[in-house]
């Protein structure tokens, strides 16, 4: 157990709809990772923040937006949602925000887009 | 952006077998991770290296950084079923001296351990 928990473990949706992943980074953490896991793509970096504001973005769609909020969860935002979204999502948390920290991932939550 | 060049895709192995899989970069790095990703889990560090040349091992396992700086390399020793799972190389990015703790994920090696 990483000490990262995400919300939901699977979700299946349809085309065109949105939806929320949560994540909640281990205790004292204050960066947090969004990556994306499919199998053309790998496992992909999407967006960090770092005690609330964004800190770093990459391959990182404009349908989709995140957020770390005061208490340091964040949420990963998917809209009008493709076929080609169906991955696995994972959130990670480290201490601070540099190279040599630590990143702990989560369980990931697995989307599904019918 | 960075590649990273991971091989190779796959293996499958009888248990007890040394394992040997490596990465290659075009770029020169300062960090290789060896990350290890078990069937429904999140990937969870195994080794890192911060220094051209050097050699760290973690139980059966032992990474070493290459002297060029573009290369890693994780064996595995005396494989068992439980080694069974995803192994990748990744590098968290850095730009000009400043740190950035987004990681770059190599393909990934697909390990199977028969019994």
């Known amino acids: 157990d990483s000490g990262v928990t995400q919300t939901p473990k699977h979700l299946i949706t349809a085309t065109g709809q949105r939806v929320t992943l949560r994540c909640s980074p281990r205790s004292g953490d204050l960066s947090v990772y969004w990556y994306q896991q499919s199998l053309d793509q790998g496992l992909q970096f999407l967006i960090q923040?770092?005690?609330?504001?964004?800190?770093a973005k990459g391959n990182i769609l404009e349908r989709f937006s995140a957020q770390q909020f005061p208490d340091l969860h964040s949420e990963l935002n998917l809209s009008s949602l493709e076929l080609g979204d169906s991955a696995l999502y994972f959130c990670?948390?480290?201490?601070?925000?540099?190279?040599?920290?630590?990143?702990?991932f989560g369980p990931g939550t697995r989307l599904t887009v019918l | 952006g960075q590649q990273l060049n991971q091989s190779p895709q796959s293996m499958f192995i009888q248990e007890g077998e040394d394992v040997s899989m490596n990465c290659t970069s075009s770029?020169?790095?300062?960090?290789w991770l060896w990350y290890k990703q078990d069937p429904g889990e999140g990937p969870v560090l195994l080794i890192a290296l911060y220094k051209a040349g050097e050699l760290t091992s973690n139980g059966r396992l032992t990474a070493q950084f290459g002297i060029t700086r573009k290369d890693s390399f994780l064996n595995i020793s005396a494989s068992i079923p439980s080694d069974v799972g995803i192994y990748f190389c990744?590098?968290?990015?850095?730009?000009?001296?400043?740190?950035?703790?987004?990681?770059?994920f190599g393909q990934g090696t697909i390990l199977t351990v028969h019994p």
């Open positions: 990670a948390s480290s201490v601070v925000k540099g190279e040599t920290d630590t990143q702990y």
């Open positions: 923040y770092y005690n609330g504001e964004e800190r």
């Open positions: 770029s020169i790095f300062n960090t």
């Open positions: 990744a590098e968290p990015n850095s730009t000009r001296g400043t740190s950035y703790g987004k990681l770059t």
